[in-house]
């Protein structure tokens, strides 16, 4: 049965109301907001905002512990190991049953979970706001970043966008902040760039590349990864099959708005001697 075109106008005043409400009292915006959602399903997206809105003003935030009720939690110490896994399994289950999950992005042991919930998660703030099926969400990984899992991503994440001809992902992924080569020599983001052009011109396509990282040393703040390296191509000028085999490097600095940066890379084949690259000063 299609719905009333009467009822429709109606609903939709009715939202209209709503944003108007929200604006006045807690200065939300939905100006640009496109008016797709059928009225009855906008409706209940406003209602959503306006409950969140209620709660965030009137409860402010508090720490995780007494969002979960102040449990009294055991000292990591005092479980005996045959008990941890048990214990760790409770914790999750209070914090997701008050509607907060905590991602993983590797492998973190049972002891190191429990000690994390505990001893930093429980301390830090949070938005008083409980609404049925919002989720506060937590990630391991910003409290604790793995440098080196990163690093060796990123260099992965570059040298792919490098034979791939990604410029806009490659422009991103460089440092900004003043930079210099191997030998001492100013350089800059743009100079890498255009030495990459005038690489990727002598090149009329890349038929395959294969990498495997070798090592990783982070020593903040930088890092240096190395990649066994395999590339081909055909010659822009001859036609014929070109590439370079090797070992590559691509070094790091840590980026202001955190993360890596790249500051420098090594490829076989490309340039004077097999590399070319910038490093910071």
């Not at 990123?154 to 030998?183: H, P, S, T």
């Not at 790249?262 to 000063?281: I, K, L, S």
Request: aromatic content about 10%; overall charge negative; hydrophobic content about 35%.
């Amino acid at each position: 049965m299609n719905p009333d075109p009467d009822n429709d106008r109606i609903q939709r005043a009715m939202n209209e109301q709503k944003k108007r409400d929200l604006e006045d009292r807690y200065g939300a915006r939905f100006s640009g907001t496109p008016n797709s959602l059928p009225p009855e399903a906008e409706a209940e997206w406003l209602d959503y905002i306006s409950e969140f809105e209620r709660q965030y003003a009137e409860n402010g935030q508090i720490t995780v512990r007494e969002f979960v009720g102040n449990p009294d939690v055991r000292p990591l110490t005092a479980i005996p190991p045959d008990e941890l896994p048990a214990s760790t399994n409770m914790l999750m289950e209070l914090l997701f049953a008050n509607n907060i999950e905590v991602h993983f992005d590797r492998e973190v042991s049972d002891a190191e979970v429990y000690r994390f919930v505990t001893e930093e998660l429980f301390r830090e703030k949070m938005d008083n706001i409980r609404i049925e099926q919002m989720m506060h969400t937590f990630v391991y990984d910003e409290f604790h970043p793995d440098e080196v899992s990163n690093a060796r991503r990123d260099a992965e994440k570059f040298l792919n966008a490098l034979f791939f001809r990604d410029r806009c992902l490659i422009w991103q992924m460089l440092y900004k902040q003043g930079l210099c080569d191997f030998v001492g020599k100013k350089g800059s983001a743009d100079r890498f760039m255009i030495t990459l052009n005038n690489f990727y011109s002598t090149i009329d396509s890349f038929t395959s590349h294969l990498m495997e990282v070798t090592s990783c040393e982070v020593e903040i703040p930088r890092a240096e990864v190395t990649v066994s390296l395999t590339w081909a191509g055909i010659g822009a000028d001859t036609k014929k099959p070109v590439g370079g085999s090797g070992t590559a490097s691509v070094r790091f600095m840590l980026s202001p708005v955190g993360g890596w940066d790249v500051v420098g890379v090594t490829v076989p084949g490309w340039g004077d001697g097999g590399t070319e690259c910038f490093g910071n000063c």
